[in-house]
């Protein structure tokens, strides 16, 4: 804020202290536009106070109902109908409840029965649904909402679909070199006759003159047509991880399953069939050692084979047919086995015998054996009649359950033909170790594999001795293991198949595990499918909710060795009894398979001849509901006689035991060891245990315990724990009043029960967890009801409050600790959630829905309150206890989960007290007593405060804890009087605020304020909450004269602002007041925006994703749809343009470039002197800048020129955070009210207005679409989270740790890097976030998101655009409008510039149009810049492949140009701005279409055309001018763009356009740089210092032109010594150019600062490349100047980089450490290349490059763009024959060529670089024969020398030049052996010479001379041309020559072998003796040739023979 601005209530501030006064003084006058608002907000009430909330129900009722309109009335209140009272019937399993009926049920399972059936009472907030925290914007529901969104076509998206895939992008390059589409001459224009091309649609009232006013409303009508509704729908979801306020309403309470699994038993067959066999299935764990299922009884067995048993059977009841069972697994892992046991009715013999037969006997010998069979049969037959009832153990086998589930993954799974499996042992032989693999704790899931049959071949038989549960987990284990014993036992073989699959949802014909219906249950006559009941193998913890009462009676063994008599084939049966008497047996024994479902008695199976044997039986009993003192089982000891003996009975009693049921009221269960009686028992003796020795009775092996069983309950209503059994029966003791009452040895009486009772309540922390959780539900209704009624005994009220809550304290933290795994992410426990909401109920209030008057039997204000005062006090306590008190057993961890749940229910019961008391109606303020609500304020500070003190030592709690305060009072603006509620929040606000000052981490305690006050403001009545209805009173100024004067009058007018409208834009005192929830909210952000906020990133991101949430749901909300209600919302959003425009300087930069932020701000800031206009003090390349232009690519400087303080103070957000506020601040622009907008935009300064256009730059920037490709290029990352991460990293690196953090944020203040935007981990990585983890997104994910973002860019846009218009509406008539408008125009520029849809560019040409035609001063007046980018934007567009954004922009052109010339009858600028924005166009972009910009340059003649208005001036004519110049140019761009890939043509083309521009030094200058950028990037720094050199030679012109200084260089002719071909700049003579007029060389280049820019450039890329020789040359010229601006810091800098490249040339003396270029002659023939066909031209390619690899290049780069089998190399050099050519290929032909020197070039040319430099001839050498070979025999060997001249010298501004002359010269065979000769000699006196020597070359050069080997060798070479003296005399001083050079080569070869000599070792004195010989022998043969001498030496050749021996007959005389 400027200190003018913030003056404007100064005299308002009555509060201040006189410290703050000056503080506050100080701050102004330092003018920081962000000085802190913390103390300084307009109104006095600083922003870290809450300002005190006012009365919100007083102000309702001040109100009449009416004041507001229509759809605003259902702002101003709640709804009636907020609450209602729900109730829900419970959810029932199975079709019929399964309760027990019509028994008399004693108080404990009445209570049970009516728990599990009575209905939920749901108290339900009908709105609560709207709210962020239920329905919350997720990205799925976005996605919904997003449907049906129209497309928006962007030019890349479209040039992406021009421009296809690589596939067909061959045969468009094939075609581009063809000769019919390239025209050769470059009067191209000719051939695209603009004339003839079709134009664009006109816009139809473009020509007609309107009145401004008209147009500007014709334009807003149009731009506010199809708009999207909300415009956050088009922004990504706000962070999941955010979103503390979300909840769902809790799940009901269910019964708990684990995974399940489907077992089918489809067919059990024998190698044998003679007799039924009966199946049993469990699960085991063998790791736990547990049986983890009930049994499941199944029984495949044919009907001829269940006919045997026909004696023994009843009618088989349905439910035990069923063959498939469905088990449940709650802790899978890989021990689990499903173990298959077989049993056979009994009969004689032991298990062996009896498995023989079926061992031996084989299906395939049935014929064999028949007799066997037959026997066989006729004895099972016998047995099944005689001992039907009794069955024996047959054979077991298991499998293992992981090997299914992992392998049933696999897709082949099958190992036999049939499509199933065998993981039996045939199987698992196979397998192998490997599956021990998987054997990692939880590496299996039983929920989601593929189903697999299986066919289990292998059992086991049964031993008699191993029958127990205990060897079974040894053989499981065993089985486990590779080396099995088992495997080595003989099988049973047999063939079970089975089929296991996951369970499905809702299974048809299940029973449960009581047999009863399971819904859906279609047909009561299906064959059923059975639930087993799981034992879990570890503790579940899960309340029960349906009725369940099962025994399961274990026998384990009986020992009766030491019984007298036959007891040896054993039978045990057990029997439920409820009296004594046989008859009193109970049918409540579960039956088996095939039999009747419930029996009276049941046997264990036979162990033949064991006396003892011990049992796997498992007897499932149905409990009575209600079991006496006289239940119990009975347990009778048979001996079975297997034989039919006369006179024996089939079965003997021989033993008798028993359990009583209940004992103390408790039911028994566990493990039992009891004694046997041989007698009956006696009378009466089931009330006793048999542990009782009873008189005259007889005991085996006297009295001691023989027969071991086990009882285990499941069930619902005996809770099997000593403390909830006492608990229990307490309370029903006290409910019933049954006095006296006998608790195990104690009797209970009025007088003891309510100590006891207050014990058990203490003791209840003693039960264990499993039980006191599945009774949870119980438990707590009774502690409720212990409290809210407590118990009358003997006619006093019992008040047991405190120990009953602490004691629900414990359980709800017992509770929430057993559930620790299944909590949601706030910690919370689902299921005391789902208490809560479903279960718990106000005791003796039976809730009936409202309509009937409901039975309130308890007032109010003790229901309400509990028992009179002590809940709260309680709370506190038991918190402070539970967590600090040792005593009690409870962890700390849980208090937070107490508090919410305990919170919760008090808000339930607040709630139920006003439904069922119908007070709803009643105001808030009656509605709960005064006492009550005091206690609601003790409650909430004493969490508060825990809040607050714990979160440094426990975040995780306070979090916790933090958010259950919150929720707790938003629950409460729902039930009480809500201004309580605001002033509760402000203390709470207040507590934290005391605290912060004190806060070693203050950051953690804002993080939780802002949670805090992002719950509250979740409520589904926020808006409401916030009285939006309500007008803003400010408070009365206190002396209204001194306000007038010190109030500054704003910029735009006269009158002093109006305070209502400003306090409506700050987070004034008023505002706070009045939108109380807002004002917490925007304060928040205030705050962790201000610069030197704490833990800066962390609140950053939580402060702005609160409001993002917040807008996002209402932009979802029906109720705020529509637009008048919107305005009203969006007025409590406000305050949020001013925060964001403050907060400006740390938003992160979006529009990249260094310094922009602050562009326009500061731009109107310099006004403080008042000076009129401020245009003209701009950086003049600061459009170029902003636009990222083309003709200033060094100067992307800032326009900051604000004051120093506007730099970046403070930390600054990430990418995502200011992304998501510049959202929020968009959605405020568009739903505000515009007039609004309007009036508040008129009271703003300057500066302020400056930052708000600022804001919308940024805006822009932020939302521009990044086109397709970007969505899949991102794709392939992955970003979700990575923004999120590095706000974390950060504040772990940046500490949010109070001293440490402070000293980071100073030594960053210090660091090198200055800022920390430059810190490497500070850069964001991208601007938007992906909104879903996975990575690969499906191609329709890919379009969606684009679609999306294309929406978002355009909507953003368009309200940019919307509110611009809103500010020029403001400043039409302000004296400062000059510079705004200039700041507007600048942001719709860059709006025209950025990457925009069709949509939004109709509307933005419109409104560019509409600026122009009101304000044409700003372009044609002052400041070129904004015409120059103006015209660049427009053309661009012009170009574009979308026919609607080409007719606005050639539109909006022409209009531009009409009014140019309306000004001044010439329109010389926008000439000028047009045409050097085609070339930068053509020159900078790559997708460019020119056949689109055509169109539109048509379409723009055909305007002028049909221009009425102008039809008498040139200007038509002067159009059409520029449009067919503006066609040449292009003409040569689009050649360019073919040759894209070809750098040679490329470089070729852009020079042809260069020179092109030979008259326009400005837009040559240009081009040469675009080439010395090309050459760069291609890494020829020689040829970009060349183009430099150039560009500064065509500077240097100009200057001279201008004026004539001493220190310029004289123009081009200073640069020769750089390079000969500079001398072409000086084409420019006075004609072309007057330096005068307007417009010409005015870049900024053409001034002296500008030449020093350009050498220093040329030095640069010469000293990269390694030229230092020519760096010297380039500093001569430039010294000067710098001498004559006496700049000595740059003298000092070139004098050292002179230094430098003088050191370098002496290192590199030798010159072979700088390789300058490689050169080769590239001939083209071929009509196919078009322009290049028949053209030669030297390449530079870049040293040390191979024949082989140009070659191989533009093979390759030619074949791909003419496709393959087209291009052909020609290996040879010679002259090509062009009639031998195929006419439809392309051949290239490329030979190595040497740069050549004459000898009089070489005396000036001494260094390795001159020699390299400045070369415009080259040699290259062609071997020939006559008959056409290249190589031949010495005679006929010739050679052809070709010399080539080029036109310019390398290097030059292009690495290839074409070859303007060539000479050829051919040598005869013995000039060809004098050029050897000489070459030899020399490399011998080469090596000979060498300093310092090297033996090795020397002994090298010395073989290949005397070597008697050498073929073709000096010898031969001799004898061939000296042997005889040639006919022809012409040939004779060839001869001559010939036999001096052997002369010479004999002398330097004594030499060399003198040399040698002196160099070698002893070791090498024989291998130099033997070169002496063969030099001998050499010398000795030529000796006769070389001395004969010749009869005469020739006169002189006549000249008309070319003597090629004379050098001059290389001098390019011809050249």
């Not at 007698?679 to 009782?692: A, F, I």
């Not at 372009?1419 to 904004?1426: H, P, S």
């Amino acid at each position: 804020m400027a200190a003018s601005e913030r003056r404007a209530f100064a005299h308002k501030i009555n509060r201040t202290v006189a410290a703050e006064v000056r503080k506050q003084v100080s701050r102004e006058r330092s003018g920081s536009p962000h000085s802190s608002r913390r103390c300084s907000s307009s109104l006095g009430v600083p922003l870290t106070e809450v300002v005190e909330p006012l009365d919100f129900e007083d102000i309702l009722l001040s109100r009449p109902p009416d004041a507001e309109p229509g759809p605003l009335r259902d702002l101003v209140e709640f709804p009636a109908d907020d609450l209602e009272l729900l109730l829900q019937p419970r959810e029932c399993r199975t079709t019929e409840p399964g309760i027990p009926k019509d028994e008399k049920l004693d108080a404990q399972v009445r209570a049970a029965v009516e728990m599990y059936i009575e209905d939920w009472v749901i108290v339900h907030r009908r709105y609560q649904y709207l709210s962020a925290a239920y329905s919350p914007v997720t990205t799925e529901t976005q996605r919904e909402r997003q449907k049906g969104l129209p497309h928006q076509v962007f030019e890349q998206d479209a040039s992406g679909d021009e421009r296809s895939g690589p596939e067909d992008s061959n045969d468009s390059r094939r075609g581009s070199g063809s000769p019919e589409d390239t025209p050769r001459s470059s009067g191209a224009s000719s051939i695209f006759d603009l004339r003839n091309l079709a134009a664009d649609s006109l816009l139809p009232s473009l020509l007609e003159r309107v009145v401004p006013e008209d147009v500007d409303r014709r334009n807003e009508t149009l731009r506010r047509q199809h708009r999207p509704p909300a415009l956050l729908t088009l922004y990504p979801a706000p962070d999941e991880d955010e979103a503390v306020e979300r909840c769902s309403r809790p799940e009901p309470p269910r019964e708990h399953f684990g995974q399940r699994i489907l077992v089918k038993c489809l067919s059990l067959k024998f190698e044998i069939e003679i007799e039924p066999i009966f199946g049993i299935l469990a699960l085991y764990d063998v790791r736990e050692k547990k049986k983890i299922s009930e049994n499941f009884y199944f029984d495949l067995n044919s009907d001829s084979m269940k006919g045997l048993l026909r004696a023994h059977g009843t009618h088989p009841a349905i439910s035990t047919l069923a063959r498939s069972a469905i088990f449940s697994v709650t802790y899978p892992s890989p021990d689990i086995f499903l173990v298959i046991k077989l049993e056979k009715v009994l009969q004689q013999g032991d298990i062996s015998e009896c498995c023989e037969p079926y061992m031996v006997l084989k299906e395939v010998d049935t014929a064999k054996n028949k007799e066997k069979l037959e026997k066989l049969r006729l004895a099972a037959e016998q047995f099944c009649t005689r001992l039907g009832r009794y069955r024996m153990p047959f054979a077991w086998t298991a499998v293992h359950l992981a090997n299914i589930v992992s392998s049933a993954g696999q897709p082949d799974r099958d190992s036999d033909s049939e499509g199933e499996r065998r993981p039996a042992w045939t199987d698992r032989r196979r397998r192998g170790p490997q599956d021990r693999a998987s054997s990692g704790d939880d590496a299996c899931s039983f929920s989601g594999f593929r189903p697999a049959t299986l066919t289990v071949t292998n059992f086991f038989k049964q031993e008699a001795e191993r029958l127990s549960d205990e060897d079974l987990f040894k053989f499981l284990a065993d089985m486990r293991r590779p080396s099995s014993l088992l495997r080595r036992l003989r099988p049973v073989t047999a063939q079970l198949k089975i089929d296991i699959s996951p369970a499905p949802e809702n299974p048809h014909f299940c029973l449960s595990p009581e047999l009863l219906h399971i819904k859906p249950y279609p047909d009561p006559r299906g064959r059923p499918t059975k639930e087993i009941l799981e034992f879990p193998a570890r503790e579940v913890y899960a309340p029960h909710t349906s009725y369940r009462n099962l025994l399961y009676v274990y026998p384990h063994s009986l020992n009766f060795s030491s019984r007298q008599g036959s007891v040896r084939n054993l039978a045990v049966r057990v029997q439920y009894m409820t009296g004594e008497d046989p008859s009193q047996a109970l049918p409540v024994i579960f039956g088996k398979s095939s039999c009747s479902e419930f029996t009276r008695e049941a046997f264990t199976p036979v162990v033949y001849h064991n006396k003892s044997p011990e049992f796997y039986e498992e007897f499932k009993l149905h409990l009575p509901a209600c079991v006496t003192e006289n239940h119990h089982l009975l347990f009778t000891f048979y001996h079975v006689s297997c034989q039919p003996r006369p006179g024996t009975a089939l079965e003997t009693p021989v033993g008798f035991t028993w359990i009583p049921l209940l004992q103390h009221g408790r039911l028994r269960t566990g493990p039992f060891c009891l004694p046997v009686s041989v007698d009956q028992p006696p009378p009466s003796y089931s009330v006793l245990t048999p542990d009782v020795a009873l008189p005259g009775m007889r005991w085996v092996d006297g009295h001691k315990g023989v027969f071991s069983v086990e009882l285990t309950a499941v069930s619902s209503v005996h809770p099997q724990d000593p403390y909830l059994d006492k608990f229990f029966t307490l309370v029903h003791v006290l409910e019933e009043g049954a006095f006296p009452f006998r608790l195990k040895d104690t009797v209970l009486s009025e007088g003891n029960v309510e100590q006891e009772l207050r014990a058990s309540l203490a003791a209840l922390r003693l039960a264990s967890p499993e039980p006191l959780v599945a009774f949870s539900h119980h438990v707590l209704d009774k502690l409720v009801r212990l409290v809210i009624r407590p118990p009358i005994i003997s006619g006093q009220i019992v008040n047991l409050g405190r120990g009953a809550f602490e004691a629900m304290a414990h359980v709800v933290s017992l509770v929430h600790r057993s559930l620790e795994a299944a909590q949601d992410a706030r910690g919370h426990c689902p299921q005391l959630a789902a208490y809560v909401h479903y279960a718990f109920r106000l005791p003796g209030t039976e809730p009936s829905l409202p309509d009937g008057a409901p039975p309130v039997t308890v007032q109010a204000a003790t229901l309400a309150r509990g028992s009179g005062r002590p809940a709260s006090l309680y709370l506190a306590r038991s918190k402070s206890i539970s967590s600090s008190n040792p005593d009690l057993a409870v962890a700390p961890g849980s208090v937070d989960d107490e508090v919410s749940r305990i919170l919760a229910s008090k808000v339930k019961s607040m709630a139920l007290h006003l439904l069922l008391g119908q007070q709803l109606d009643t105001p808030r303020k009656l509605r709960f007593p005064g006492r009550f609500l005091d206690d609601i304020t003790a409650l909430v500070g004493s969490v508060g405060l825990e809040v607050i003190t714990r979160v440094h030592k426990d975040v995780e709690l306070a979090e916790h804890l933090n958010a259950s305060l919150a929720f707790f009072l938003s629950d409460l603006l729902s039930l009480v009087d809500r201004g309580f509620v605001f002033s509760l929040v402000r203390a709470h606000y207040k507590q934290v605020a005391t605290r912060l000052q004190s806060s070693p981490n203050p950051a953690a305690l804002l993080t939780l304020r802002m949670e805090f006050t992002r719950i509250l403001c979740s409520h589904e009545h926020y808006v409401t909450l916030n009285l939006p209805c309500c007008p803003l009173s400010p408070p009365a100024s206190p002396s209204p004269s001194v306000s007038s004067t010190t109030s500054q009058s704003s910029t735009f007018s006269s009158q002093a602002p109006d305070p209502k409208v400003t306090s409506m834009f700050e987070l004034s005192g008023p505002f706070r007041q009045q939108h109380f929830l807002a004002g917490l909210l925007l304060t928040e952000l205030a705050l962790a925006l201000e610069p030197e906020a704490e833990g800066a990133f962390l609140l950053h991101k939580k402060a702005i994703s609160a409001v993002h949430s917040l807008l996002c749901g209402h932009d979802t909300d029906p109720r705020y749809a529509e637009a008048t209600v919107k305005a009203r919302v969006a007025e409590l959003y406000l305050p949020l343009l001013s925060i964001a425009r403050d907060t400006l300087p740390r938003l992160h930069d979006f529009a990249e470039g260094p310094g922009q932020r602050s562009r326009l701000a500061s731009m109107l800031d310099s006004d403080t002197e008042g000076e009129g206009d401020i245009a003209g003090t701009i950086n003049p390349s600061v459009a170029m800048a902003i636009a990222g232009g083309p003709l200033a690519p060094g100067s992307r400087a800032s326009i900051s020129q604000g004051p120093p303080t506007a730099s970046r103070a403070g930390c600054a957000l990430s990418a995502e955070s200011s992304r998501t506020l510049l959202a929020c601040v968009l959605w405020v622009l568009k739903n505000a009210e515009p007039a609004l907008l309007q009036r508040w935009a008129t009271d703003l300064t300057l500066p302020q207005l400056g930052r708000l256009l600022d804001l919308l730059y940024l805006c822009l920037a932020a939302f521009e679409y990044k086109g397709k490709k970007a969505f899949e290029r991102i794709n392939s990352l992955t970003f979700k989270k990575s923004l999120d991460m590095k706000a974390r990293l950060e504040e772990a690196i940046l500490g949010t740790i109070g001293a440490r953090q402070e000293m980071v944020r100073r030594s960053r203040e210090r660091s090198p890097f200055g800022n920390p935007e430059n810190v490497r981990w500070r850069k964001s990585v991208t601007h938007w976030k992906q909104t879903s983890d996975r990575v690969d997104k499906t191609k329709d994910e890919m379009e969606h998101e684009a679609l999306v973002e294309g929406n978002l860019a355009t909507e953003a846009s368009l309200v940019v655009l919307d509110t611009l218009e809103i500010i020029v509406q403001t400043v039409m008539l302000s004296e400062a409008r000059e510079s705004v408008l200039g700041a507007v125009l600048k942001v719709v520029l860059y709006s025209l510039g950025s990457a925009q849809s069709a949509l939004f560019l109709q509307h933005g040409l419109a409104t560019q149009r509409a600026l122009v035609s009101k304000f044409p001063e700003l372009l044609f007046e002052e400041d070129t810049e904004l015409c120059a980018d103006l015209c660049l934007r427009l053309l661009r567009h012009c170009g574009s492949r979308i026919s609607t954004i080409r007719t606005h922009a050639s539109a909006s052109l022409y209009l531009l140009m009409r009014q140019n010339f309306e000004i001044g009858h010439n329109f010389a600028r926008v000439k000028m701005q047009v045409t050097m924005s085609l070339s930068s166009l053509v020159g900078t972009t790559q997708n460019f279409s020119e056949e689109h910009l055509r169109r539109s340059l048509k379409t723009i003649l055909t305007y002028a055309e049909e221009d009425m208005g102008l039809r008498d001036s040139t200007f038509a004519e002067q159009v059409q001018d520029l449009m067919f110049n503006l066609h040449m140019i292009l003409t040569d761009t689009v050649k360019m763009k073919e040759h894209q890939e070809d750098p040679e043509m490329l470089i070729d083309l852009m020079y042809r356009i260069a020179r092109g521009y030979q008259g326009s030094p400005d837009l040559r200058l240009t081009w040469l740089q675009n080439m010395a950028g090309k050459h760069a990037e291609l890494g020829n720094h020689a040829e970009a210092a060349q183009c430099m050199v150039h560009a500064a030679a065509l500077v240097a012109e100009y200057l001279a032109l201008l004026e004539d200084h001493r220190h310029l260089p004289v123009g081009c002719v200073s640069f020769q010594n750089i390079s000969s071909n500079v001398l072409e700049e000086s084409a420019i003579s006075d004609d072309i150019l007057s330096p005068d007029e307007e417009g010409f060389c005015s870049g900024k280049h053409f001034t002296e600062l500008g030449l020093v820019g350009l050498l220093e450039q040329a030095a640069g890329y010469f000293t990269m490349g390694g030229l230092y020789e020519a760096v010297n040359e380039v500093y001569k010229n430039l010294i000067p100047i710098l001498e004559a601006h006496r700049d000595y810091k740059k003298l000092a800098a070139v004098h050292g980089k002179l230094q430098e490249a003088f050191t370098k040339i002496m290192h590199q003396s030798s010159g072979w450490e700088r390789v300058f270029g490689t050169y080769f002659r590239v001939g083209f023939y071929g009509a196919r290349f078009g322009d290049l066909d028949e053209q030669e031209f030297v390449y530079k390619e870049p040293s040390i490059t191979k024949l082989a690899e140009i070659s191989h290049r533009l093979e390759e780069f030619y074949t791909e763009r003419f496709g393959d089998d087209v291009v052909e190399i020609i290996k040879d050099s010679n002259p090509v024959d062009k009639s031998k050519l195929d006419s439809q290929k392309a051949y290239i032909q490329i030979t190595y060529v040497e740069p050549y020197f004459d000898t009089y070039e070489l005396k000036d040319r001494v260094t390795y670089f001159d020699r390299n430099y400045g070369l415009r001839t080259f040699l290259f050498c062609t071997p020939f024969t006559p008959d056409g070979r290249a190589h031949g025999e010495l005679p006929e060997q010739h050679k052809r020398k070709t010399l080539l001249s080029t036109d310019h010298a390398f290097p030059y501004i292009k690495t290839r030049i074409r070859v303007c002359h060539r000479e050829e010269t051919v040598l005869t065979p013995v000039e060809v052996a004098i050029e050897d000769m000489q070459k030899k000699t020399r490399e011998l006196a080469f090596a000979t010479e060498q300093d310092p020597p090297d033996a090795k070359m020397l002994q090298m050069v010395l073989q290949g001379s005397v070597g008697p080997t050498v073929n073709q060798g000096p010898l031969e070479v001799a004898q061939v041309f000296l042997a005889e003296i040639p006919e022809d005399p012409k040939l004779f001083r060839h001869h001559n020559k010939l036999r001096l050079c052997f002369k010479d080569f004999c002398k330097k070869c004594e030499d060399a072998l003198r040399k040698n000599k002196a160099l070698i070792g002893p070791d090498q004195k024989e291998y130099h003796r033997e070169l002496e010989r063969n030099y001998c022998r050499l010398r000795e043969a030529l000796q006769p040739l070389l001395t004969q001498r010749l009869p005469q030496l020739m006169a002189p050749t006549p000249p008309s023979l070319r003597n090629s021996l004379n050098r001059a007959s290389f001098r390019k005389a011809d050249l």
